[in-house]
Nanobody, 121 residues
Framework: QVQLVESGGGLVQPGGSLRLSCAASGFTFRIYAMNWYRQAPGKERELVATISSAGGTTNYADSVKGRFTISRDNAKNTVYLQMNSLKPEDTGVYYC??????????????WGQGTQVTVSS
């Protein structure tokens, strides 16, 4: 049974920091690219950060570059999102996503249940 379980969300003041974690199980974590998405109220879900299967390549949305850092520990089957200098517009539900496309174009796409991040004074 595939599971992605996010944790670490909460209420933080502007300028503060949070570290999200996503614990994976039920699939071969080390061969999947991992992503963090977020969805603000009334808005579409957006991609925030991605990391390659081995962790050597990362990409970020322009809105979080320089403030957020994605990382992974393949020995612990866990992906992280360190969020610094948080702004009210970072508020939303943050989702962990595992994605893989095989050579034969089979697509695997798994989602966590989400964790709420609220940035407010």
């Amino acid at each position: 049974q595939v599971q992605l379980v996010e944790s670490g969300g909460g209420l933080v003041q502007p300028g503060g920091s949070l570290r999200l974690s996503c614990a994976a199980s039920g699939f071969t974590f080390r061969i999947y690219a991992m992503n963090w998405y977020r969805q603000a109220p009334g808005k579409e879900r957006e991609l925030v950060a991605t990391i390659s299967s081995a962790g050597g390549t990362t990409n970020y949305a322009d809105s979080v570059k320089g403030r957020f850092t994605i990382s992974r520990d393949n020995a612990k089957n866990t992906v992280y999102l360190q969020m610094n200098s948080l702004k009210p517009e970072d508020t939303g539900v943050y989702y962990c996503n595992a994605k893989r496309i095989t050579i034969g174009n089979l697509r695997y796409d798994y989602w966590g249940q989400g964790t709420q991040v609220t940035v407010s004074s």
